[in-house]
Nanobody, 120 residues
């Protein structure tokens, strides 16, 4: 079973930036993605990346502000978040799966989540 360890969350003012990291155990390469869940809301797709990093895809709400990338030598995926808004406040989860997708059902393993709070 793949273990995922996320880091990089925190408190930032609106307009600021944060970079999230998610390290996966083992050497197998998977499709990886970030989701987020705000209090009282469903878990939503944020960004995804194919195993070879050729394909990336984003939710409309973060296009142009967030960038997903990966370092396969470290089996780590990153989420660079710029121009953060208060509505980006949520717990952010890393996930891995065999087939890239925007639905949570595409992913079989999840990290513990990291809190991102954007103050206005």
């Amino acid at each position: 079973q793949v273990q995922l360890v996320e880091s990089g969350g925190g408190l930032v003012q609106a307009g600021g930036s944060l970079r999230l990291s998610c390290a996966a155990s083992g050497r197998a390469l998977y499709a990886m993605a970030w989701f987020r869940q705000a209090p009282g809301k469903e878990r939503d797709f944020v960004a995804g990346i194919s195993p070879n990093a050729v394909r990336t895809y984003y939710a409309d709400s973060v296009k142009g502000r967030f960038t997903i990338s990966r370092d396969n030598a470290k089996n780590t995926v990153y989420l660079q978040m710029n121009t953060l808004k208060p509505e980006d406040t949520a717990v952010y989860y890393c996930a891995v799966g065999f087939v890239p997708g925007t639905g949570a059902g595409s992913y079989s393993n999840w990290g513990q989540g990291t809190q991102v709070t954007v103050s206005s």
